[in-house]
């Protein structure tokens, strides 16, 4: 497949993970933005009413963590992984990072590595309502070094054998 070709595609997967995330938080419709900034914006869009709540349904996971994961670009896949942190624990947006790392084609891989940089960023009971009133939260949440270790590991498998 050519670059502009896999570009393009890459593309076409952000835009529909990130309407799939707009369309749960009932944002309007962006059908008036051409297509290549049709993506960005839902997803600019989407980061304060994310960020602002206190807990979010079962059924923003799966999407979040796609969109963290299709998102081509590092420094904007925070806006997925951030409030998913928050809603749903570093051990589990870890776990599914790891998952994408594990069973995921060559791009999800690469989207999965992006992501994990971001699934580190500090958490802060001022940053998001889904602290509880005094700013506390589960430590079991956030428990990952079991997960970071299968991390390094499903990474050193990955790589290739430098005697081959």
Not at 101 to 108: I, N, Y
């Amino acid at each position: 497949m050519a670059d502009d070709e896999q570009h393009e595609t890459a593309a076409r997967s952000f835009l529909s993970c990130a309407a799939e995330v707009a369309r749960l938080l009932e944002l309007g419709d962006t059908a008036d933005l051409p297509e290549d900034r049709r993506a960005r914006h839902l997803a600019h869009a989407a980061r304060k009413p994310l960020l602002e709540r206190a807990s979010l349904p079962e059924e923003f996971f799966a999407p979040l963590m796609a969109a963290a994961v299709y998102d081509p670009d590092p420094s904007f896949c925070r806006w997925f992984v951030e409030p998913a942190l928050y809603a749903f624990g570093r051990r589990r947006v870890m776990t599914a990072l790891l998952d994408y790392l594990r069973t995921g084609t060559d791009a999800e891989r690469a989207g999965a590595e992006r992501a994990w940089y971001c699934a580190h960023l500090p958490l802060r009971a001022n940053r998001s309502p889904a602290y509880a009133p005094g700013g506390s939260r589960d430590p079991a949440l956030d428990e990952s070094r079991d997960v970071v270790d299968e991390w390094l590991k499903a990474c050193s498998e990955h790589l290739p054998d430098p005697t081959a």
